[in-house]
Nanobody, 124 residues
Framework: QVQLVESGGGLVQAGGSLRLACAAS????????MAWFRQAPGSEREFVAL???????HYTDSVKGRFTISRDNAKNTVYLQMNSLKPDDTAVYYC??????????????????WGQGTQVTVSS
């Protein structure tokens, strides 16, 4: 079992930055792919970014060049640095973990473990 706890959400003006963190329990963190999803009111949960166990990142097109995912295996933590934020980035952001095998990683149905979410609100 893996428990995930997100932090770092808040209210920021458009163009600003936030850094989300997701702390994971368990001794096998380094073997897990870690991801960030988000869900706006009335919308489905959508993929934002993931970090493979080797640290390689993958992003959805709408955040490329603005968001950076990173992980610190010594701290069992994955981060999402969000720059140049836009009102459309407003959502609850969720951290997810999975040990594989991996299929369609952009689908939330294929991730085993989830955090409780943290609210990000970007004002115009």
């Amino acid at each position: 079992q893996v428990q995930l706890v997100e932090s770092g959400g808040g209210l920021v003006q458009a163009g600003g930055s936030l850094r989300l963190a997701c702390a994971a329990s368990g001794r096998t963190f380094r073997s897990y792919a870690m991801a960030w999803f988000r869900q706006a009111p009335g919308s489905e949960r959508e993929f934002v970014a993931l970090s493979w166990s080797n640290g390689s990142p993958h992003y959805t097109d709408s955040v490329k060049g603005r968001f950076t995912i990173s992980r610190d295996n010594a701290k069992n933590t994955v981060y999402l640095q969000m720059n140049s934020l836009k009102p459309d980035d407003t959502a609850v952001y969720y951290c997810a973990a999975d040990a594989g095998p991996y299929t369609i990683v952009t689908s939330p149905r294929n991730w085993d473990y989830w955090g409780q979410g943290t609210q990000v609100t970007v004002s115009s």
